[in-house]
Structure formats: structure tokens, C-alpha cells
């Protein structure tokens, strides 16, 4: 079994960390920049940053953050919020990164995703998807768009489908549902798009204790899991989060 990959999301805001749920009732929570450095130390395997209103305010995004990130981590991150065309990449990977996320502006322009990976090469281009529960969809989920306050008619898993076939290297898929419970992930579609999609699945939203990790990644099947909430504010550490999932014989690489 390959290794599985513990992921740091830092949700970005005027400069600030910010965390909320259900993405509202966010509350600032500290430098993006020094919390990199210290999940960096802590043995994270990759992080990933989301300007969470560049797109809403429809402004460019915070390459001054990435090039100090970058000055700091030397691990795989990834930069989302406010990317709009290959321009936007670009500056993003020069400035540091090695991944770009597209979320809202793939959904409005899907050939962004096709160029970017034409450009850069698929592994640098990840498909967010924020989606929430929906029965009229044929899935059961709804793709949801800048910062979940925007529904479209798209359904999930036709969604990822149809991003891995533009060239998506990867997919983030936040549930809304779920999203900074601290109750667990979303298992039901984690799974349903991790077994279809044949591109690695970086599961997002719920994880509130290391039993969650463990769950998404052998029930819901995916590549990956990705953390906020129970380390900004539950206690727990990237090392004792690898322990545990060591223990319970789930790969990971230790430091």
C-alpha cells in the first residue's frame, strides 16, 4: 500500500489564519507564515493554502504569503483563492508552490484546468470541490462555489469525473456538511469518488481526532486526509497523528 499523506489546510483572510464552520463564523487565529513553519517542524507531509475571499472580491491572490512560506517549508504546498487563468499559476509557482488549486473559477471556465496542465504537467493542477449533500443530485451531492455561498447544477461526481478527464492531477474534496464539525468526514462520497476517479482523493472536512484519519483513509479510500481544526485547536500534532495511523498499520511516513 502506498504511503498515505497527512495535509495541513491553512485557510487564509486579509493575511490572517482564519478557521470557521460550515464556512461561516470564521475567526482569525494566527500568521499563515509562523503556522507553516511549526506544521512544517511537526512532520506534515504537505500544506495546502486557500485565500478564502480572494474570488468573492474578485481580486488577485497573496503571492507576498507564498514567497515567505516558501522561504520556510521545504515540503509540497499547494496555493488556491482567486487563481482565474494560467497567468495566475504561473505567478503562484514562481513565487513558490508546487501546486495551484482551481475551484470556483474551474466550475465558471473548466478549460482552466486543461491549460494549466498543459502548461505546468497535471501534477501540479488540484481540482477543489466543496460539495453538499443534495438528493436531487444523482450522486446525492451538490457542487458548491465561492466559499460555499454559491450553489451550481453540477453534480459531484460527474464534476470530478469530468475534472480528471481536463487534466486534474489530484482533488481536494471538502464537504460542506462536515466542514470544521470535528464529527468525522464525509465518507459516503469520499469513497464513492475515490473509487471512481483513477487521480489521488485528498479527503477534507470533519477530522476532529486521529479515529477520523483512520476512517477516510481505509473506509472512505482516499489518498490522503486533510486537517485543520484539530490542530489549530484540539491538541493534537502531525507526529502523534502518524503514530497513531502507524499503529494501526496505515503507511505514513515518519520523521
Not at 6 to 34: A, H, Q, S, W, Y
Not at 72 to 80: A, D, H, L, Q, S
Not at 200 to 215: F, M, Q, R, Y
Request: aromatic share 6%.
Amino acid at each position: 500500500m502506498l504511503q498515505k499523506r497527512i495535509i495541513i489546510c491553512l485557510d487564509v483572510r486579509d493575511g490572517k489564519t482564519t478557521k470557521g464552520i460550515k464556512f461561516k463564523g470564521n475567526v482569525d487565529i494566527g500568521d499563515p507564515v509562523e503556522m507553516a513553519a511549526e506544521y512544517y517542524n511537526q512532520g506534515v507531509d504537505e500544506l495546502v493554502f486557500y485565500d478564502i475571499t480572494a474570488s468573492s472580491e474578485k481580486r488577485g491572490i497573496m503571492l507576498d504569503v507564498v514567497e515567505r512560506v516558501a522561504e520556510k517549508i521545504f515540503i509540497p504546498f499547494c496555493v488556491g483563492g482567486g487563481i482565474a487563468n494560467a497567468s495566475d499559476m504561473r505567478a503562484v509557482i514562481l513565487a513558490g508552490a508546487e501546486k495551484v488549486s482551481v475551484n470556483s473559477q474551474a466550475v465558471k471556465n473548466p478549460d482552466i484546468i486543461s491549460e494549466g496542465a498543459g502548461i505546468f504537467g497535471r501534477q501540479c493542477i488540484v481540482l477543489g470541490m466543496d460539495a453538499a449533500k443534495d438528493k436531487s443530485m444523482p450522486s446525492g451531492y451538490r457542487v458548491v462555489i465561492n466559499g460555499g455561498r454559491t450553489e451550481t447544477e453540477l453534480d459531484a461526481l460527474e464534476w470530478a469525473l469530468k475534472a480528471e478527464s481536463l487534466g486534474a492531477g489530484e482533488i481536494v474534496l471538502n464537504s460542506i456538511d462536515a466542514d470544521g464539525t470535528q464529527d468525522g468526514y464525509e465518507l459516503t462520497i469520499t469513497k464513492m469518488i475515490s473509487e471512481a476517479v483513477g487521480i489521488p482523493v485528498v479527503a477534507s472536512g470533519g477530522a476532529g481526532k486521529s479515529e477520523h484519519l483512520k476512517d477516510v483513509l481505509t473506509k472512505g479510500k482516499a489518498d490522503a486526509a486533510l486537517v485543520a481544526s484539530m490542530v489549530h485547536f484540539g491538541g493534537y500534532t502531525v507526529n502523534g497523528i502518524k503514530e497513531y495511523l502507524n499503529n494501526e498499520d496505515i503507511p505514513v511516513r515518519l520523521t
